[in-house]
């Protein structure tokens, strides 16, 4: 199955608009890993980008997934890019 990754942005002070979704959003992303389609997703160490990887059937999918997290909805996160990713190692 192939993999793609994300790149995205965080909003302005999202340490602290994150609280009221950061347990839905928790929540999600353990359903999407223990479906094994989450290989991977987390903040840089400043908090203004996300990166993930994912395992699904087609980009498609991936940005389902993420149009549908309470961080994107809530404007957590601002944009987001997803690529098809070759795995060389």
């Known amino acids: ?3 793609y990754i994300l790149f995205g942005n ?4 999202a340490l602290e608009k ?6 839905d959003h928790l929540d999600g992303l ?5 479906a094994g389609i989450l290989i991977t997703l987390g903040p840089t160490k400043d908090n203004t980008k ?3 990887i994912y395992e699904a059937e ?3 999918k991936v940005k ?4 549908n ?3 994107w909805k809530n404007g957590i996160w601002t944009d987001y890019e997803v690529k098809e990713w070759i795995q060389a190692f």
């Not at 965080?10 to 002070?13: I, L, S, V």
């Not at 353990?30 to 223990?34: G, N, R, S, T, V």
């Open 1 to 3: 199955m192939p993999k």
């Open 58 to 60: 087609n980009s498609e």
């Open 64 to 67: 389902e997934l993420i149009e």
């Open 10 to 13: 965080y909003c302005e002070n």
């Open 18 to 23: 994150r609280t009221p979704y950061r347990q």
């Open 30 to 34: 353990q359903k999407q890993k223990d």
């Open 50 to 52: 996300v990166f993930g």
């Open 69 to 71: 997290d309470p961080y």
